[in-house]
């Protein structure tokens, strides 16, 4: 994931109590993802985050669900992101 994908590192960011547990593991599962050829975000590593899941005690098909939709939602901000940062150098370019 790009280092800069916070916009504001200061902001506080508040979960209902029933995402904390998917938030929690998806925020560990930081460095797990999964780039294609061209940059793009494909996904997370399912089997990495599942270990992690086992060492933070977190019931993996339990929060499965949740868990896919934070990943589903920052794969789709994120290649935005990539995809306009493209677009803007190759116009610099001509």
Request: net charge neutral; glycine share 6%; charged share 25%.
């Amino acid at each position: 994931m790009p280092a800069d994908w916070h916009e504001d590192a200061t902001t506080t960011t508040w979960v209902l109590p029933a995402n904390a547990a998917a938030v929690r593991l998806f925020t560990a599962c930081g460095t797990q993802w999964r780039h294609g050829p061209s940059g793009a975000l494909t996904g997370l590593d399912y089997g990495a985050c599942q270990r992690v899941a086992e060492a933070l005690e977190i019931d993996w098909r339990a929060e499965f669900s949740r868990f896919a939709i934070l990943e589903s939602e920052v794969i789709t901000v994120i290649n935005q992101r990539i995809e306009s940062e493209s677009r803007r150098r190759s116009k610099r370019g001509r």
